[in-house]
């Protein structure tokens, strides 16, 4: 079992960069596939970028490949997302999810989830 606390929303304009946080409790973050998903007012949950429990691999979707960058640091028992050249279109609540199971891209593959934090792009 594992808690997630995701942070690091917030408000900025297009062309800008956050990077979001997700801290995790109870379990290392070592055991788990990590993945970040997103879902925007009137759209269903997508996913946004995963990384295996090793760190070695990465996956992303075509809509965020080359902007986004998922990491984790297990020492510090963190992953993180860096969001970089943001788009109005990325406005959404982004949640982190841990999964024991292999790192897919699919959102049924994880078995715990954050609470959300949002992020806002203005144009």
């Known amino acids: 079992q594992v808690q997630l606390v995701e942070s690091g929303g917030g408000l900025v304009q297009a062309g800008g960069s956050l990077r979001l946080s997700c801290a995790a409790s109870?379990?290392?973050?070592?055991?788990?596939?990590m993945g970040w998903f997103r879902q925007a007012p009137g759209k269903e949950r997508e996913f946004v970028a995963a990384?295996?429990?090793?760190?070695?691999?990465?996956y992303y979707a075509d809509s965020v490949k080359g902007r986004f960058t998922i990491s984790r640091d297990n020492a510090k028992n963190t992953v993180y997302l860096q969001m970089n050249s943001l788009k109005a279109e990325d406005t959404a609540v982004y949640y982190c999810?841990?999964?024991?199971?292999?790192?897919?891209?699919?959102?049924?593959?994880?078995?715990?989830w954050g609470q959300g934090t949002q992020v806002s792009v203005s144009s």
């Open positions: 999810a841990a999964g024991l199971d292999r790192v897919a891209t699919t959102a049924i593959t994880y078995g715990y």
């Open positions: 990384i295996s429990r090793s760190g070695g691999r990465t």
């Open positions: 109870g379990r290392s973050v070592s055991s788990y596939s």
